[in-house]
């Protein structure tokens, strides 16, 4: 029985839509034994191919990654090997390695970046950007202050001190508006814009304190920006999510029971020194819905007048911003810590203290709250970003300790649903990669993904680290 199960073959369909590694076009089914892999699959194109250097090669099957042998593939889905079955194949993703770390005096709780692919970058009407070595990674850290770096992990600027003007304590949050402006908030309850000048020939780099925003109770977690309407969400512990303004003109009058008790009550400036004063402005609205502290929001990426929020209540709300309004609610079964979305799929990916990934779809016609689970980290996860590159990875920073690097598409069906497992796993550089469940002295805080930089991560170990971004994720968007 065992040979003959040897001996099982199948018929095989190779295609691809990358012409630089493309099959000879007569090339047509290949009849394969069932007991193939991804490596002896791989081999076989390369025989084909005729490569001098081989090349590694992923797998996929009706758009997902093929992770077991052919023939464990059948059986899961039930197909008879009489079935010519089609395989597209991609190049391999490539190992993150380490590229890079930044050492800092404190836990470091938050990561950005401005480069001539970010977000930020894009917008960006300046020609020096788009030059190799113009990037610019932004930390924030518990010490209170900002740091600018470049990517030699020299600091080209440093955020003021609380007696010029910063944070009076540890700093959360912070994302680049724009190239010329950074938003942060933190445990001081506020959230901040900053004017930041980069290096010029006249002078060094800067960040200074442009406007105050009050009106949280408590500490506020995170945050999203939306450069063109110059819009701030919030994410604060008070159980609420504030809308906020970029610009002094447009924000209200800071309401009076959030400001600084030392603050002299009449004034809208909070004097800093004898030549230095910030205006203090207040919310747009709080939005309040929630039963629990709120951990993350983002904009829904198609549309920046809605809005999507996590929270330690187990919900996922979405929210029409004009009206201020929870439009509807996501109820999971575990506390949601971090959000990102996959705007293609039509999927929230959402970071639970269960030590998994949930992925929602948000929609109101959606019959099923839960499209996905991936598993594989052994701690909460805290933060998620996108492959810039891919409709189909994100990476994810966890308090066990590393970031993980994920493709959606590879999956198997389990009792609970579908069920995805990590393509990698990225370890801090500070205690040489090593893995430690409870994450002690190496939890992660932030991880973005960034198409020129890498993947950036910072966390308990102080450091801002760096790893290799391109082509992580599979070569295809099929």
Not at 13 to 41: C, H, M, W
Not at 236 to 244: N, Q, T, V
Not at 374 to 379: A, F, I
Request: glycine share 6%; hydrophobic share 35%; proline share 5%.
């Amino acid at each position: 029985m065992a040979a003959e199960q040897e001996q099982s073959q199948v018929r095989i369909q190779l295609t691809t839509s990358q012409s630089d590694i493309a099959l000879p076009e007569k090339t047509g089914p290949i009849l394969v034994s069932t007991n193939f892999r991804r490596y002896t699959l791989s081999s076989l194109v390369n025989t084909i191919l005729e490569k001098e250097k081989p090349i590694p090669f992923d797998f996929l099957i009706n758009g997902a990654l093929l992770r077991s042998s052919l023939d464990d593939y059948l059986t899961q889905h039930g197909i008879s090997a009489e079935t010519t079955l089609y395989l597209e194949y991609v190049k391999a993703a490539i190992p993150p390695v380490h590229l890079a770390s930044f050492e800092h005096d404190d836990w470091v709780s938050s990561v950005d970046v401005l480069s001539s692919a970010s977000a930020t970058g894009v917008l960006r009407k300046d020609v020096n950007m788009q030059k190799p070595g113009h990037e610019r990674i932004l930390s924030a850290s518990y010490d209170g202050l900002l740091r600018i770096w470049n990517k030699s992990s020299q600091i080209t600027a440093i955020s003021p001190s609380a007696e010029e003007g910063g944070h009076v304590s540890s700093v959360k949050a912070a994302k680049f508006i724009s190239s010329s402006h950074i938003a942060s908030s933190g445990t001081d309850r506020t959230v901040r814009v900053w004017k930041y000048r980069d290096t010029s020939d006249d002078s060094p780099a800067s960040i200074s304190p442009q406007i105050e925003l009050y009106g949280h109770k408590a500490s506020v977690d995170e945050l999203a920006v939306h450069q063109s309407s110059s819009r701030i969400l919030s994410a604060s512990a008070d159980h609420s999510i504030g809308i906020w303004s970029t610009k002094k003109s447009d924000a209200p009058s800071a309401p009076e029971s959030c400001l600084p008790s030392h603050a002299f009550r009449g004034s809208k400036r909070r004097k800093i020194g004898p030549s230095v004063s910030t205006p203090q402005r207040g919310p747009l609205a709080l939005l309040k819905s929630h039963s629990a502290p709120v951990s993350s929001v983002i904009f829904a990426p198609t549309d920046s007048t809605v809005a999507y929020s996590g929270s330690w209540d187990h919900a996922l709300k979405t929210w029409d911003l004009p009206t201020s309004t929870a439009v509807d609610t996501r109820s999971t079964s575990h506390s949601l810590l971090s959000l990102a979305a996959l705007p293609t799929l039509n999927l929230v990916a959402a970071g639970t203290s269960a030590r998994h990934i949930t992925l929602i779809d948000p929609r109101a016609s959606a019959t099923n709250i839960v499209a996905m689970t991936l598993r594989g980290h052994t701690n909460a996860v805290v933060s998620l970003a996108t492959d810039p590159n891919s409709t189909y990875s994100l990476s994810s920073g966890s308090h066990d300790g590393t970031c993980r690097v994920w493709d959606v598409r590879s999956t198997k069906t389990e009792k609970e649903g579908r069920v995805g497992q990590s393509m990698y796993s990225i370890g801090r550089e500070s205690v040489g990669g090593e893995s430690r469940a409870s994450g002690d002295g190496v939890k992660v805080f932030s991880v973005v993904w960034d198409a020129d930089v890498g993947i950036i991560s910072a966390g308990e170990d102080k450091r801002v680290q760096i790893n290799q971004g391109k082509n992580i994720g599979s070569n295809t968007e099929s």
